[in-house]
C-alpha cells in the first residue's frame, strides 16, 4: 500500500507543479465556460486503486497504478435550472492499471461511461459518472478463472479551470472487475480509485 500512496503523491505533485506552470499567464481566465459550449474534451488520469477485501466475494488484495486516456463528447446542450443545470457527456476511456500487489502485472482494455456535467459553477465543474467495459487481465491469480473480464464502475468528480480551456481534476470511482459468469472459478476484485486528471477542452 505504501508504494501506491507514494505512486498516488507524485502523481498529485506533478499536477501541482503543472498547474502553477498554467495559471502563470492564466490570470483572470479561469472559467468554466467552456463547458457550457464545447464539444468535448480529451484528458489524461493517474492514480491509485486497491481493492475492498470481505466487501462481495472480493477475498484477494490488489493494489493499482492507473493510466486513463479519455476522450468526452458532449451529447447535449445544457439542460435543468440552477445547481443542477448541466449537459450529458459520454466518456471513452483507454485504461492500463498496473497492479504492484501481489505481482507486477497489468490489465488493460476499453470503457464506455455516462456523465451529468454541472455546469453551474464559474471556476468548477462537477460531475457523475457511470458505465462499463471490457478488461484483459493478466494478474495471474488462482480464483479468477479467465483473462477476459468486464468491469462496471461509477464516480464523482471535480474538474478546476486554471485556464479557460484548460482544467485539473480529482476523481472517485468505485471499480468492479469478473468474468460475468463466464468461467470458474470467478472472485470480483471490488475497489476504490482516485484518480487526478488534466484535462483540455476543444
Known amino acids: 500500500?505504501?508504494?501506491?500512496?507514494?505512486?498516488?503523491?507524485?502523481?498529485?505533485?506533478?499536477?501541482?507543479?503543472?498547474?502553477?506552470?498554467?495559471?502563470?499567464?492564466?490570470?483572470?481566465?479561469?472559467?468554466?465556460?467552456?463547458?457550457?459550449?464545447?464539444?468535448?474534451?480529451?484528458a489524461f488520469l493517474g492514480g491509485y486503486g486497491i481493492t475492498h477485501r470481505g466487501f462481495g466475494a472480493t477475498r484477494t488484495q490488489v493494489q493499482t497504478v492507473d493510466a486513463i486516456l479519455r476522450y468526452g463528447h458532449f451529447l447535449s446542450d445544457e439542460h435543468g435550472e440552477g445547481w443542477y443545470r448541466g449537459r450529458h457527456e459520454l466518456f471513452v476511456e483507454l485504461p492500463l492499471h498496473l497492479t504492484v500487489d501481489p505481482r507486477v502485472r497489468t490489465m488493460t482494455g476499453g470503457y464506455l461511461l455516462g456523465s451529468w456535467k454541472f455546469t453551474s459553477l464559474k471556476e468548477?465543474?462537477?460531475?457523475?459518472?457511470?458505465?462499463?467495459?471490457?478488461?484483459?487481465?493478466?494478474?495471474?491469480?488462482?480464483?479468477?478463472?479467465?483473462?477476459?473480464?468486464?468491469?462496471?464502475?461509477?464516480?464523482?468528480?471535480?474538474?478546476?479551470?486554471?485556464?479557460?480551456?484548460?482544467?485539473?481534476?480529482?476523481?472517485?470511482?468505485?471499480?468492479?472487475?469478473?468474468?460475468?459468469?463466464?468461467?470458474?472459478?470467478?472472485?470480483?476484485?471490488?475497489?476504490?480509485?482516485i484518480l487526478f486528471g488534466v484535462s483540455l477542452y476543444r
Open 1 to 42: 500500500m505504501v508504494t501506491g500512496v507514494r505512486e498516488m503523491a507524485r502523481v498529485a505533485g506533478l499536477l501541482l507543479v503543472f498547474a502553477l506552470f498554467l495559471g502563470a499567464d492564466g490570470a483572470g481566465a479561469a472559467d468554466s465556460a467552456v463547458v457550457r459550449s464545447s464539444p468535448g474534451e480529451f
Open 124 to 193: 468548477f465543474a462537477p460531475y457523475l459518472f457511470a458505465g462499463g467495459g471490457v478488461l484483459y487481465n493478466d494478474l495471474g491469480l488462482a480464483t479468477q478463472g479467465t483473462r477476459l473480464n468486464f468491469s462496471y464502475q461509477g464516480g464523482v468528480g471535480l474538474q478546476w479551470f486554471v485556464r479557460k480551456d484548460t482544467a485539473l481534476g480529482a476523481e472517485y470511482r468505485y471499480h468492479h472487475v469478473s468474468n460475468a459468469g463466464t468461467a470458474d472459478p470467478n472472485e470480483p476484485l471490488n475497489s476504490s480509485k
